[in-house]
């Protein structure tokens, strides 16, 4: 029948309206007072999942609560217990951005030398497309999506080309709008930096235990030797080192006697030529 679909979508929205006055009117508690108040006449607004018909908030003032996995932009993560950026400015989200709108420049040092971290990092928000394939790829958890929607300006250069003091933000900060996440990847970062110091210490055990045993293996192949053996050993060396020094004075005296006879000589001669 002709219209019958314009007459369906009207039933739809009837029914939802219908559905408000009726869930209003209910002994349990309003949708808006489940709300947090932050005060001068604001409010974030928390939206239950079983709620019927429509909610209507009063927005600027009343806001609703995002979900955690709501994404906008990028934001970079500054550890404040390293004091460090998380980002080593190897790149990889540049790569993987379908439109292209990140753009990094690595730091280095007075010698010219590179260094991980960036020393300038851009986004162009207004080609993101808020895919968060940049903070999937990210192999340290440098880059995560911000809950911030509201970048409306005036001119859109340079003023929707965030730098990277725009983009940094604590990781207090991605902790609040992430908890669920954040708290996962802390329990696998916990549990991996725990992994390599088992693995370092094993390491360093078996280490010592490498030279503790070459060393046993070395004292086991040295010849054992009797106090009578290691006696006579001293006393030739005694002896070897006696003649030595005795060998040596007898010819330090043979060297004066000989010095003497050619100065004697020399001598002779002088006077045979000046008589």
Not at 121 to 148: G, L, Q, R
Not at 174 to 203: C, F, G, I, M, S
Not at 208 to 222: F, M, T
Not at 224 to 252: C, H, N, P, T
Request: one cysteine or more; glycine letters at 4%; aromatic letters at 8%.
């Amino acid at each position: 029948m002709f219209g019958s679909g314009l007459l369906k979508g009207l039933g739809v929205t009837i029914k939802h309206i219908a559905e408000t006055y009726i869930d209003d009117g209910k002994d349990s508690p309003s949708r808006y007072e489940n709300s947090i108040d932050l005060g001068n006449g604001r409010k974030i607004i928390r939206q239950s999942m079983d709620q019927e018909g429509l909610l209507t908030i009063q927005y600027p003032e009343e806001r609703r609560l995002l979900p955690e996995r709501f994404r906008y932009i990028p934001m970079l993560i500054w550890d404040t217990e390293k004091n460090e950026d998380r980002c080593t400015a190897c790149g990889i989200c540049a790569k993987v951005c379908p439109p292209q709108c990140i753009w990094i420049v690595r730091d280095s040092d007075d010698a010219g030398k590179p260094i991980t971290r960036p020393a300038e990092f851009y986004i162009d928000i207004s080609v993101c497309m808020s895919c968060s394939f940049c903070a999937e790829f990210c192999p340290f958890d440098a880059i995560k999506m911000n809950h911030d929607f509201e970048l409306a300006v005036y001119d859109r250069y340079p003023n929707l080309i965030y730098d990277k003091a725009e983009l940094t933000v604590p990781v207090e900060y991605y902790a609040t709008l992430w908890p669920v996440q954040y708290e996962q990847e802390e329990t696998v970062r916990h549990q991996k930096e725990e992994e390599d110091k088992r693995k370092a210490e094993e390491k360093a055990r078996k280490a010592a235990e490498k030279k503790a045993a070459a060393e046993a293996d070395k004292s086991a192949d040295k010849p054992k030797r009797s106090s009578e053996e290691i006696q006579a050993l001293k006393e030739r060396a005694a002896a070897a080192a006696k003649a030595k020094q005795s060998d040596g004075a007898d010819a330090k005296k043979a060297r004066l006697e000989e010095l003497k006879r050619k100065a004697a000589e020399r001598a002779k001669q002088r006077r045979e030529n000046d008589e």
